[in-house]
C-alpha cells in the first residue's frame, strides 16, 4: 500500500475503535493512523499505542480543518444523531466538504442497505449521505451495514424473559452481521490498493425470518421463546406504553415494516471479497452472546 495517513472518525464508538484494531491487526503501523473523536481522552489508550489522535466535531465544522489535515483516506462513520434536534445529514456533510478541503483522496462511508427504498426511519439521512459522497467528486467506498447481530441484545433478552417476542415483521426475512465483521470490512476498504468506486452491501451469510432466528436463539440459549406476530399498530401501542421515545419506536415499528417488504432479505459476499474471510454466522453469535440471554 502506498505511504498513507489513515483517518478513521467517531473512533471512541464501538465501530472506530474495531476498525483502529482491525486496520492494526491488517500491519497497518500505528503512526499511520489518525482517530479523531469529540473527546480525545476516550481514546488514551489508541494514543498510547502510538495512534495520533484529534478532536472533531461534525456538528462544529471549525475543527474539522486541523482534525483532517495530513490524512489520505477517511473512514467517514455515520454519527448516531437520530434523535429530535439533531441534524446527521449536516453533520456528514460537514465532514465530507472537510475531507475535500483537506485534499483527501478517498472516502469510506458507513451506510445501509437500499436507503432510497428502506422503510427505516434513518434511511434518508443515509441516502442524502451518499448522495453528498457522490458529488464530492472524492473517490469513494460506501459499505451499506446491514443490521447488526448486536441489535439483537437490546430486546430479546428482554423477550427470553417473558418468553414473547412481539413483531411486526410478518414471514419477512432478514440477514444480520456482526459488529467486528463491519469493522473488519471498514479497515479493508480503507486499505485497499484501488482507485475505483465501489459500493458494498454487507451481509450475513444467511436470511431468516423472526420464527428460523427465535429457533436458533432457543436452541443456543435452551429457554423457550415465542414468536408472537401483531399489527404495526399493536407494536407501536406497546412500545409507547413501555414508556420510549417517539424516536425509539419509530424506528422499531419502521424495522419490522422494512423486514416485512422484504428490504432486509438480501445475502451477498461483498464482505469476503472485501476481507477474504466469511462474516460470523448468527448461530456463532448467539454462542458467543449466550450469557447475554
Known amino acids: 500500500m502506498p505511504e498513507t495517513k489513515l483517518l478513521v472518525t467517531g473512533a471512541s464508538g464501538q465501530l472506530g475503535r474495531e476498525t483502529l484494531e482491525a486496520l492494526i491487526e491488517n500491519g497497518v503501523a500505528p503512526e499511520k493512523i489518525i482517530a479523531t473523536t469529540r473527546d480525545p481522552s476516550k481514546l488514551s489508550d489508541m494514543a498510547n499505542r502510538g495512534i495520533e489522535v484529534r478532536r472533531a466535531d461534525f456538528s462544529q465544522p471549525e475543527t474539522l480543518d486541523a482534525a483532517f489535515k495530513g490524512a489520505s483516506r477517511i473512514a467517514v462513520i455515520s454519527t448516531d444523531a437520530i434523535a429530535p434536534g439533531t441534524d446527521r445529514i449536516t453533520q456528514h456533510m460537514n465532514a465530507i466538504s472537510a475531507a475535500v478541503k483537506a485534499g483527501v483522496k478517498r472516502v469510506v462511508y458507513t451506510s445501509m442497505p437500499d436507503p432510497a427504498h428502506s422503510k427505516i ?14 458529488e464530492s467528486g472524492l473517490t469513494y467506498t460506501i459499505l451499506r451495514n446491514s443490521w447488526y447481530q448486536e441489535n439483537m441484545l437490546m430486546n430479546l433478552p428482554q423477550a427470553f424473559a417473558s418468553g414473547i417476542w412481539a413483531t411486526a415483521a410478518g414471514d419477512g426475512k432478514q440477514t444480520h452481521i456482526g459488529h467486528d465483521d463491519c469493522a473488519r470490512a471498514l479497515a479493508a476498504a480503507l486499505t485497499a490498493e484501488d482507485n475505483d468506486n465501489h459500493i458494498y452491501t454487507l451481509t450475513g451469510p444467511e436470511s431468516f425470518t423472526m420464527e428460523e432466528i427465535a429457533s ?5 440459549i435452551g429457554k423457550p421463546l415465542e414468536v408472537k406476530q401483531v399489527s404495526e399498530d399493536a407494536l407501536r401501542g406497546g412500545l409507547e406504553a413501555a414508556g420510549l421515545p417517539g424516536f425509539v419506536v419509530a424506528l422499531s415499528v419502521s424495522t419490522d415494516a422494512n423486514i416485512r417488504a422484504g428490504g432486509f432479505d438480501l445475502v451477498t459476499s461483498d464482505f469476503e471479497t472485501l476481507t477474504g474471510r466469511k462474516p460470523r454466522s448468527l448461530r456463532a453469535f448467539f454462542e458467543a452472546n449466550k450469557a447475554a440471554f
Open 121 to 134: 426511519s434513518f434511511a434518508p439521512d443515509h441516502l442524502a449521505s451518499e448522495k453528498a459522497v457522490y
Open 216 to 220: 436458533i436463539a432457543r436452541d443456543v
